[in-house]
């Protein structure tokens, strides 16, 4: 195998790395990476997540790394469970994921948007806070016709 480059590029807010991999057999490689190496990835990692609802239970505040890959492990969960691009799902400043199936979004704000913040997410997203109680108590802004989300909620076993 021989080396490969690294350019970072800037589209709209977002950066990205674009590598040119190693060439293996004539066929060269091209992947597209986080320009922030350091963050985790977004795989689900239910350690985290035991780790921020353990720290729940104590009374105590989730460490923000543990919060953070604790929200991205339950959105990977949800894109999982409810594949499609109808509905976008933000957690700021940790992850935003579209699923459910419908029409998918392509351009400008979409249509179907579920937002909130980390910890009221990590409580609905487990099942300690009923997804209709959290909308009525305006913790979780839901606006748009298919951004009902409790069927596929909770994401974890308690």
């Known amino acids: 195998m021989s080396g490969g480059s690294h350019d970072v590029y800037t589209v709209g807010n977002y950066a990205l790395s674009y590598v040119t991999c190693a060439t293996q057999g004539g066929v060269r490689y091209r992947g597209v990476g986080s320009y922030r190496p350091d963050m985790s990835s977004a795989h689900n990692n239910s350690e985290s997540v035991h780790e921020a609802l353990d720290a729940l239970d104590r009374g105590a505040e989730p460490a923000r790394v543990v919060l953070r890959d604790a929200v991205r492990a339950l959105l990977?969960?949800?894109?999982?469970?409810?594949?499609?691009?109808?509905?976008?799902?933000?957690?700021?400043?940790?992850?935003?994921?579209?699923?459910?199936?419908?029409?998918?979004?392509?351009?400008?704000?979409?249509?179907n948007v579920v937002e909130t913040d980390p910890m009221t997410w990590l409580l609905v997203a487990s099942g300690r806070l009923p997804w209709h109680e959290a909308v009525g108590a305006g913790r979780v802004r839901a606006s748009g016709i298919r951004t009902d989300i409790s069927e596929y909620l909770p994401l974890i076993d308690s």
């Open 76 to 111: 990977t969960e949800l894109s999982r469970r409810a594949p499609g691009r109808s509905v976008e799902v933000r957690i700021p400043p940790f992850g935003a994921i579209q699923c459910v199936a419908g029409p998918r979004h392509t351009r400008g704000t979409p249509p």
